[in-house]
């Protein structure tokens, strides 16, 4: 039966994705929207931008739910561990927005967005061992992370990248001081 306490735990476990996401879009040099991200060469296969916040409000609520099911079992003390890898990938989620949008680095946002998907895939793990529920409910977030880097590196092998004080196409090779 559901009590208070629990429901607010919920609600809780709900708003911290879900907030973390707003804050991470603020800093997020305007997304989907930007000058910039709307200039980039993209594939055919890039979702409409009206997709994402509609993905990413629901990818959060699921995670929140998620997080939910896994406290249940124990709190933080009993599931210190899971807990702590699914908050790492929520601190590594927030960040590959600013990285992405706001500092337009495809380069290094992909390999964040690599180590991103790393943590999620052993939170998912994690969760499994605890809840399975809690487990199949991360199941979308892989599966729409996995585009989400697939989108990221096309991008990056598309489009120039930032380097120095100059713009660098990726295709063509630097040349140094040494070089012939």
């Given at each position: ?15 911290i994705?879900?907030g973390?996401?707003f ?15 709307k ?6 296969w ?12 629901t ?5 929140g739910?998620a997080?939910y ?5 124990g ?11 699914y908050?790492?990938?929520l601190?590594l ?17 992909l ?18 061992h ?24 096309y ?17 063509t ?8």
């Open positions: 039966m559901w009590n208070f306490y629990a429901i607010a735990m919920l609600i809780v476990a709900i708003a994705p879900v973390l996401g804050l991470g879009s603020t800093f997020g040099g305007g997304g989907g929207e930007s000058d910039w991200y200039s980039l060469d993209k594939p055919s890039t979702p409409p931008g009206y997709v994402f916040p509609i993905m990413w409000t990818l959060y609520i699921l995670m739910i997080s099911l896994i406290w249940k079992e709190g933080f003390r009993v599931q210190a561990y899971p807990l702590a890898v908050a790492l990938q601190v989620n927030l960040a590959w927005t600013p990285l992405f949008f706001g500092l337009h680095r495809p380069d290094i946002s390999g964040e967005i690599v180590v991103l998907w790393l943590a999620v895939a052993g939170t998912i793990y994690m969760f499994f605890v809840n399975h529920v809690a487990a199949y409910l991360l199941i979308p977030y892989i599966l729409w992370l996995t585009v989400a880097t697939a989108l990221n590196a991008i990056y092998m598309h489009n120039p990248i930032l380097s120095g004080d100059a713009y660098h196409d990726i295709t090779p630097l040349r140094g001081p040494n070089s012939t």
